[in-house]
């Protein structure tokens, strides 16, 4: 499968921590995205990192990229309540289709 | 800017209806997505129209699915006749190209009784 697979399944973390998440997948790739699903806003997008960058930031979000291992990370720092969510990472092919994996569930607790 | 818009939000129908779902791509986003999601899962890519072209339906049962994507703007994702394992959210996305971030609607929850 060329989904992606993100670890942990479930987060759950006090306001202010950090929260780090897995994604790894199996195939070669042309970029790597993160999206973000609450059901206020359903699925939005976060950030998309190409497969010849390493790391990427975009306000409280940091996303590295290692295509030797096929595996990326998101970081989102300080977290707040309102990051409560289901992170997703998807994978973008030479067929230019995105796959995603099943998801992390991030609770942050005020 | 308004979203990608997606209606109706919710419906509910009996196995063996049909049932018909529609989509308002972003202005100016020539590509258009149309994605499943189970509960608990990603979302699954059914078919990607370029303009009004469908140029990856490989994951579309064809059997009871049908889209379309008529003067490259709106599109219509049919089921004719649903089955229980249909219930699932139906989500409608646009890009400008098929290389950029996708912008997705709020979704439609379909429920076959």
């Known amino acids: 499968s060329q989904q992606g697979e993100e670890d942990p399944q479930a987060l759950s973390i006090q306001e202010g921590e950090n929260a780090t998440m897995n994604c790894s997948y199996k195939?070669?790739?042309?970029?790597l995205q993160w999206y973000r699903q609450n059901s206020g806003r359903g699925l939005v997008h976060l950030i998309l990192?190409?497969?010849?960058?390493r790391e990427k930031h975009s306000g409280r979000l940091r996303v590295t990229l290692d295509t030797s291992k096929k595996s990326s990370s998101l970081l989102i720092t300080a977290s707040r309540a309102a990051d409560t969510a289901s992170y997703f990472c998807?994978?973008?092919?030479?067929?230019?289709?995105?796959?995603f994996g099943t998801g992390t569930r991030l609770t942050v607790i005020p | 800017e308004a979203g990608v818009v997606q209606s109706p939000r919710y419906k509910i129908i009996e196995k063996k209806q049909p049932v018909a779902f529609w989509c308002n791509p972003i202005?100016?986003?020539?590509?258009l997505y149309w994605y499943l999601q189970n509960l608990g899962q990603g979302p699954e890519l059914l078919i990607r129209?370029?303009?009004?072209?469908?140029?990856?339906d490989s994951q579309l049962p064809k059997d009871r699915f049908s889209a379309e994507r008529l003067k490259g703007v709106d599109s219509t994702l049919k089921i004719q006749p649903a089955e229980l394992g249909d219930s699932a959210v139906y989500l409608c996305?646009?890009?400008?190209?098929?290389?950029?971030?996708?912008?997705f609607g709020p979704g439609t929850r379909l429920t076959v009784t």
């Open positions: 202005s100016g986003h020539n590509t």
């Open positions: 996305a646009s890009s400008f190209n098929s290389a950029t971030e996708q912008y």
């Open positions: 129209y370029e303009n009004e072209e469908a140029v990856d």
């Open positions: 195939t070669s790739i042309n970029n």
């Open positions: 998807a994978t973008g092919t030479g067929a230019n289709n995105l796959f």
């Open positions: 990192i190409r497969s010849n960058e």
